[in-house]
């Protein structure tokens, strides 16, 4: 780092994409750990996989794009695309031999010894288990396969992403010529078959790939030629298609086109066979227009998410002990109780905070939407609908809050990202329902997660709002953590009245009394609060900030962290992802420390404390501190005032910093280290004590 360097200087940021590399090892590592579940860890290398592809999807399609337009403006940390390009073809390839290995060397192994799960070939099973195969074959997949030849007649097929696709080469028994043609294998991805040993089976599960079975009776689709080879390949297309929201005059229509777009874009990652002979490679690689770096040869199975389906073997030895969120504390009078408006009685006592999945999802949020459907005295709800659920209870009452004459208003945010299709099917759902729909607010992406009902009351009308970190989404409150304010203060009802104004109508100069509201005021409240935490260090030496979030790269907001830094401020970060500030400088972050929790459940509320010189701030809503967050989403951030709330966000904050087990550190050169206990000291499991402290309050 040069001396005396701007706060702007490269060297003082990671790279984004690097840190995203870096967040899915420590995925990885949780793949990697002997001491957890065994089938946990299958379920990591699955979602490793999982994240690669959307990472490649998104961000690798991206800096192809700006490569192929020659974009010559460099990333913070001072690189152009085809650098970053070419760092991430590198860190990729690592990670996707390391995740492959992981499964084929040890858990392989370990599934078939310990879990019974056998990961069967073809060829190693016995000829009754053949003759099953051969029977499922002929009468469930052989008339949906559809060959599709290579050849002047023929042009090289469309090949769907993320799809598993067979490459053959045949040969003309009379005409001794060479051809080559591409096969799609059907779903489901595994075949389970009979054991081969009905007394000893017991629980035991035999699978086979379907790109197996389709390769060992491939021959039968084309009679006449001879198979000369068959190899499996994946290809994943750019998901990074842009768009030019100014113009769209009808935003649904736009990201419709945008799917169909998305479907027939570009390819950017070849995943082949390690067998796949060089000949078949270079002719995929001129079809796909790729170079040799978008090749990753793989040695064993191919799309390893269908390690989700092994993960969910019912085998409670070898997962985790389930758990089941309580009831918070303040609603279990409320458990029998049925009667329209109980909740909001409970309500107008005070403020009320829940902590996914930890506490009940269904008896506090989706309670609230649920009674607010029935209750005659409720005369509107309003939502943002982000993402949720295949079989939504939430929608479901939204519906049914409509047909009971309610008004019912609700954004669905069709520019969520791979929810688009979903979304846009469950606002078509609502439309017809008699509901309000608002399809996202042109040019900017609505993250906020906020619902408002409106009541009328003996004393006038009353707001109960809830304001969260979290999706409207009841299978990930489950996987998820986080937290959701709900609460009928007047001040931040009038808030959300205006908020909603602006989303389904035209008020752009809305102004807030109490929440803070991305893009336009967001940015500069959370730089007031860092001033003035400044100042209290320089005047009373009591500036502290503590901060947990999934991600950290806006460079205005990382550089009003560093002069914190600079002025003493003492600065904590809990950052589940990305972070490109680079902690721990002598000079500009001696002051700071970013760690980052992996565990059972993902990582997802946001929390912004501010210690204010002994008169502590707190806050919880929809954003990070990301440049997407502040600058091109509407988010939504709530202050905690209820002080046995604020407290219990410290609380909350607290156990995450003494995590010794599954917290990581990151330090200056961009390494992260995993915390282990001292010889003696106990354990200390974040999310095990969040699960602890909810069953003692219960």
Partial sequence: MPPDANLDDPTLYFNKELSWIDFNWRVLAQAMDPQAPLLERVKFVAITASNLDEFVQKRIGGLKRQEAVGVVQRSEDGRTPSEQLSLLRAAMAHMHQTMTAVWERELRPLVTEQANVHIRTVEDLNASQRNYLYQIFRTQVYQVLTPLALDPGHPFPFISNLSMSLAITLRHRRNNTTHFARLKPPKPRWIEVPSDDELVAGDRVDLVPIEQVVMAFVGELFPGMEIMSVHPFRVTRNADVRRDEEEAEDLLEMISSELRERRFSSVVRLEVDRGMSASDRQLLMRELELDPPDVHEVDGLLDLTSLFRIAGVPRPHLQDEPWQPILP???????????????????????????????????????????????????????????????????????????????????????????????????????????????????????????????????????????????????????????????????????????????????????????????????????????????????????????KMNGLDDPPMIRTLYRASQAGVQIDLIIRGQCTLRPGVPGYSENIRVSSILGRFLEHDRIFYFHNNGNPESFIGSADWRTRNLTRRVELITPVRTPELGQRLVEILNDAMQDNAQAWDLDADGQYYLRMPAEGEPIRKFQNTMMLRAIRAQ
Avoid at 330 to 347: H, I, M, S, T
Avoid at 481 to 490: I, K, Q
Wanted: aromatic share 8%; hydrophobic share 35%.
């Fill in 329 to 547: 504390p303040r609603l279990k009078p409320l458990r029998d109780n049925k009667e329209p408006g109980a909740l909001f009685e409970v309500l107008r006592e005070g403020d009320l905070m829940v902590h996914h999945p930890y506490e009940s999802f269904a008896a506090s949020t989706e309670r609230l939407i649920a009674e607010a459907a029935d209750d005659p005295a409720v005369l509107a709800i309003k939502q943002t609908l982000y993402r949720t659920s295949d079989d939504s209870p939430i929608v479901k009452a939204l519906i049914r809050a409509a047909e009971n004459g309610k008004q019912v208003a609700v954004l669905v945010e069709v520019s969520a990202r791979f929810d688009e299709a979903n979304n846009i099917e469950w606002g078509q759902q609502l439309e017809s329902s008699g509901v309000h729909v608002t399809y996202g607010v042109v040019g900017l992406k609505t993250h906020t997660k906020a619902t408002l009902v409106v009541r009328r009351e003996e004393d006038g009308i009353r707001t109960y709002c809830h304001i969260g970190t979290g999706n409207y989404n009841s299978k990930t409150a489950r996987l998820y953590t986080d937290l959701g304010l709900l609460t009928c203060r007047p001040e931040l009802g009038d808030d959300l009245v205006k908020l909603f104004h602006f989303l389904t109508g035209y008020a752009p100069e809305q102004t807030y009394n109490e929440v803070l509201v991305a893009p336009d005021y967001m940015r500069a409240r959370f730089e007031e609060l860092i001033a003035r935490e400044i100042q209290h260090q320089t005047t009373y030496g009591t500036g502290r900030i503590i901060v």
